[in-house]
């Protein structure tokens, strides 16, 4: 299963750093998506072999990075905006899938979930 930590409650301009571990696999294709009240769920960043698509709203604020011995991957969020305000998802292709710039923000392609963590950002 996927594990997420790190979410929280900030002023705008701050910063968090989200964790996402697993306990046996580092997936190729793993990333974040995020959920707020009354909104679809949306792709944040992924990381998939090695390349890494962002969301419009997020590029150059956050960052994808990971850590092989601890089998963990963060999102670096800076600079917070009271529109990040949601619930964060880990998500992971378990097959091995690489996606493309057409399909990576696709929740369909994402079988493994985690249970969310809050983050919520304040003006």
């Known amino acids: 299963q996927l594990m997420e ?11 968090l750093k ?3 571990s697993h306990s046996r696999f580092l997936y190729s294709t793993m990333g974040w998506f995020r959920q ?3 909104k679809e769920r949306e792709a944040v960043a992924v990381t998939t072999n090695g390349k890494t698509f962002y969301a419009d709203s997020v590029e150059g604020r956050f960052a994808i990075s990971k850590d092989i011995p ?3 991957r963060y999102l670096e969020m800076n600079d917070l905006r009271p529109e990040d305000t949601a619930t964060y998802y880990c998500a992971a292709n ?4 690489i996606l493309k710039p057409t399909t990576w923000n696709d929740p369909s392609y ?3 979930w985690g249970t969310g963590i809050q983050v919520s950002v304040s003006s």
Not at 94 to 97: A, I, Q
Request: proline share 4%; aromatic share 8%.
């Open 110 to 112: 994402y079988n493994l």
């Open 5 to 15: 930590s790190g979410g929280g409650s900030v002023q705008a301009g701050e910063s």
């Open 70 to 72: 601890t089998i963990t």
């Open 36 to 38: 707020a009240p009354g």
């Open 18 to 20: 989200l964790s996402c």
């Open 94 to 97: 378990t097959f091995g899938r």
